[in-house]
């Protein structure tokens, strides 16, 4: 019932009186309080409690938080709830924040836009909508249920209307910046490839002379795969955890990539089966502790896939919030080649056989077993729309890279796309919204096979080829240097006539 509530919440607040238990008559002495739940808020707060933090939010006229949490223990309420704040204690009552407030603090939760204040009242509303963070009522069934509902509406919401909003680069502003480009002291097509890179981008920002993509933000998203159990690598699950531990150490190989060009890396666990370092620059986003086994039945739910493609669409709108003017999608999940080739398999009608990679450097025996895994994946989701194939067999990180490229898409700004892994959610993201591929670059072409079918199937030339294949948003962070070349190079070029030339 709560599964994907990380995806969106970080922090859950609760009025108490009419909301986790039956309001009591306000001149009831203390003493003689009895605390009576609303429908079944103690098994669900006590379920909902190991995916998020929770809280209490209460006015009392003269309660502090050990009184409210003695009354709460009589039912077994009291230790789901990290902090329980009163307004006797913060000297202001609802629909003033203050009470919401402090419970933000003393839980260490800085986002209220990844806050749900869940109460019965008018003020009860007020005081969220003061304080920025979500609101819901609570229902005859309790307020746990209150939360379900909350997410069931939420789940989906945010990529459903990035594609509703999707617009092309300016076909005006393309031609105008070739037409600027033959006029610049070079021969026409002297800078090759480059040129093509400029104008898109100069499309893309409006302007035949474009802004400077900068800075750029690399995001890696590190998820689990059930179909690790069937023997498709030969690292343990555990890697990916100490790799995410890793990216947040700054030691991995996109870290000091990144580096070099002045970026920033952060990681998001969507779907890590094992804990994961709490640090800053690593965001807690998990849908679900990894997938299930996508060679015996489906990898997700379709509310996972949507969860997870949410968490893409929101981290690209937080990010371009901030200033970020480009974003490069990175992975990390061992066994992540297997569901991305059956993805790439099942959408472009590729062979999976054919398509199917030695990913960490598989021997010839593990990848025949990985061949016949991916054509049986591949051939059960042939025919299924987009979205029933990424839940079938694909990834809670290769859904998360399909929402950040539709996210970038939405924010209009340049999205670099890395490798295979990156590629399948690209697959996915063109399947859902066409028009999203208009805004993105091939950072690389990976020596996956199936990278070049996705590349092809995408119409997308890379930047870059450089025999790579590690993931991580390598290939796409080295790209990104020849992209901030080609922007510049239209922006700040001399014409022949601005040199005195002809």
């Not at 006590?46 to 006229?61: C, F, I, M, P």
């Not at 009184?67 to 709830?81: G, H, Y």
């Amino acid at each position: 019932m709560f599964e994907t509530a990380r995806a969106y919440l970080d922090l859950v607040v609760f009025d108490v009186g009419g909301t986790l238990v039956q309001e009591a008559d306000p001149t009831t002495p203390v003493a003689d309080l009895v605390a009576r739940p609303i429908g079944s808020v103690v098994q669900d707060l006590a379920d909902l409690a190991g995916v998020v933090t929770l809280a209490a939010a209460t006015d009392t006229a003269t309660m502090v938080e050990a009184d409210v949490r003695a009354l709460l223990a009589t039912v077994d309420l009291d230790r789901p709830l990290t902090a329980v704040v009163t307004s006797v204690e913060v000297g202001a009552a609802k629909p003033d924040p203050a009470s919401l407030l402090v419970a933000m603090e003393r839980t260490g939760v800085h986002d209220a836009g990844r806050v749900l204040f869940v109460g019965n009242t008018d003020r009860d509303r007020g005081a969220a909508e003061a304080a920025g963070c979500h609101y819901t009522e609570v229902g005859p069934d309790g307020a746990g249920r209150a939360v379900a509902d909350w997410l069931k509406v939420r789940v989906g919401a945010s990529v459903d209307a990035a594609v509703a909003s999707l617009t092309e680069p300016s076909p005006e502003v393309a031609q105008a910046a070739r037409d600027r480009h033959d006029q610049l002291t070079k021969p026409r097509g002297a800078l090759g490839h480059l040129e093509e890179i400029g104008v898109r981008l100069a499309a893309m920002a409006g302007s035949e002379r474009p802004a400077d993509p900068y800075p750029a933000a690399v995001v890696v998203f590190a998820a689990d795969h059930g179909v690790l159990q069937r023997g498709v690598s030969p690292w343990p699950q555990e890697v990916t955890a100490a790799m995410v531990a890793g990216f947040a150490a700054g030691t991995a190989a996109i870290n000091t990539i990144a580096s070099t060009s002045g970026l920033e890396v952060t990681v998001v666990d969507v779907g890590v089966a094992t804990p994961v370092v709490t640090a800053p620059g690593v965001l807690h986003r998990r849908v679900a502790a990894g997938t299930a086994d996508l060679a015996s039945g489906p990898a997700m739910t379709v509310d996972q896939a949507r969860a997870a493609l949410d968490v893409g669409v929101d981290i690209v709108r937080s990010l371009v919030a901030d200033g970020v003017r480009c974003v490069i999608g990175g992975d990390m999940g061992i066994g992540n080649t297997t569901p991305s080739a059956a993805i790439i398999s099942a959408l472009t009608g590729g062979d999976p056989r054919e398509l199917t990679g030695r990913g960490t450097g598989i021997d010839d025996t593990t990848l025949d077993l990985k061949r016949e895994i991916v054509a049986a994946a591949a051939d059960r989701a042939s025919g299924l729309d987009p979205l029933a194939v990424l839940a079938e067999v694909g990834g809670l990180e290769i859904a998360a890279l399909a929402g950040l490229m539709i996210g970038g898409a939405e924010a209009r700004v340049p999205v670099v796309v890395d490798g295979v892994i990156a590629l399948a959610g690209a697959v996915v993201a063109h399947a859902l919204a066409p028009a999203a591929r208009s805004w993105w670059f091939a950072g690389h072409r990976s020596t996956e096979p199936a990278a070049t079918a996705a590349l092809t199937h995408l119409d997308l030339r890379p930047v870059l080829d450089l025999d790579l294949r590690l993931g991580e948003g390598t290939g796409a962070a080295l790209a990104y240097p020849v992209m901030r070349a080609a922007a510049a190079v239209l922006r700040d070029m001399a014409t022949l006539e601005e040199a005195g030339i002809g």
